[in-house]
């Protein structure tokens, strides 16, 4: 009987840690004010915070393949805002925001609610990865800043309602192809005060590939630069090409749709294949998540005393 609640202490314990590693968003903000849980956020499995690792699953779009909005309210913003979101881990309280071993960029696409996701609809607005200066990815920063990632809408798209698309891409276990986990979650808004732009976009799925050098990338070598995955940040008044990102090592690291500056840096053949817990910028070991979540379970000697 002891050995049976040993292990139904250490199951509990061992899904809980799992839980606590991965990460959803669970709020929204807009107009500085952050709103109820839930509030505005399309439903994703029942609020199921695990990745997706397929990066050619129909779940990628906003972590469901189930596209419906389930009576998901829509948030008027103004073009041109600041609006955020913040991520945390489910069922945890609210400063539990996700492990710092799950290390990698942020992105952020938006697509006109109409077309539910489908087609070559989605366009970037906000790209962050690694920054060389402070040797932190853009995930440790969402973390120092309480789950909170801030986005500025493009100035100038057009009115409308539109699909807002917050990701962080962990790296943790990407040394292998197949490894790197995406969060995601899809907001709903309406933009009032645009211009008339209407950016090209690309398809989710079909905008990653499994061996992209964004996708398969080493954390724990010496990081040189990280090529950011995905089409090149939206910037108001520029065209509407959809080409592929720039790198960055940038010490600010970030480009969004507000100032036309991209931030370039060379990208890195070093960091994408061997797996080396020891490098110099690594301050965690790998954290290995079987695809089926299975948790190892405890050895319990059968032998009685008597």
């Not at 942020?106 to 690694?130: H, R, T």
């Not at 954390?219 to 940040?233: A, H, S």
């Not at 036309?260 to 790998?286: F, L, Q, V």
Request: hydrophobic share 30%; charged share 20%; aromatic share 12%.
């Amino acid at each position: 009987m002891a050995c049976f609640r040993f292990r139904q202490i250490f199951v509990f314990f061992a899904f809980v840690w799992v839980a606590h590693a991965h990460t959803a968003i669970f709020n929204f903000k807009a107009d500085n004010q952050k709103f109820e849980m839930y509030k505005y956020i399309r439903p994703h499995y029942q609020n199921y915070n695990y990745p997706v690792k397929d990066v050619n699953s129909q779940d990628l779009v906003c972590r469901t393949s189930d596209m419906s909005s389930a009576n998901t309210d829509t948030r008027d913003v103004t073009a041109g805002s600041t609006v955020g979101v913040f991520f945390k881990a489910d069922g945890s309280p609210e400063h539990v925001i996700f492990d710092r071993s799950h290390k990698g960029p942020c992105l952020v696409y938006m697509a006109p609610m109409a077309s539910n996701g489908k087609g070559d609809v989605w366009f970037k607005i906000f790209e962050q990865g690694y920054d060389m200066a402070t040797k932190q990815w853009c995930s440790e920063h969402v973390i120092d800043a309480n789950g909170e990632l801030d986005i500025t809408l493009p100035a100038d798209i057009a009115d409308g309602e539109y699909l807002l698309r917050p990701e962080i891409i962990a790296l943790h276990t990407a040394y292998d192809i197949g490894g790197a986990e995406f969060y995601a979650n899809c907001v709903q808004i309406r933009v009032s005060g645009g211009g008339s732009s209407k950016p090209a976009g690309v398809p989710i799925p079909g905008v990653y590939n499994a061996d992209d050098p964004g996708i398969h990338f080493n954390i724990y070598e010496e990081i040189k630069g990280y090529p950011i995955p995905g089409p090149k940040v939206y910037v108001a008044g520029s065209s509407t090409d959809n080409g592929s990102s720039s790198d960055s090592s940038d010490s600010s690291d970030t480009t969004d749709g507000t100032d036309g500056e991209t931030i370039e840096d060379p990208s890195s053949a070093d960091n994408e294949k061997n797996y080396n817990p020891s490098s110099t910028y690594s301050d965690s070991e790998p954290v290995d998540e079987p695809t089926s979540h299975h948790v190892p379970q405890p050895r319990c000697n059968a032998a009685r005393k008597r």
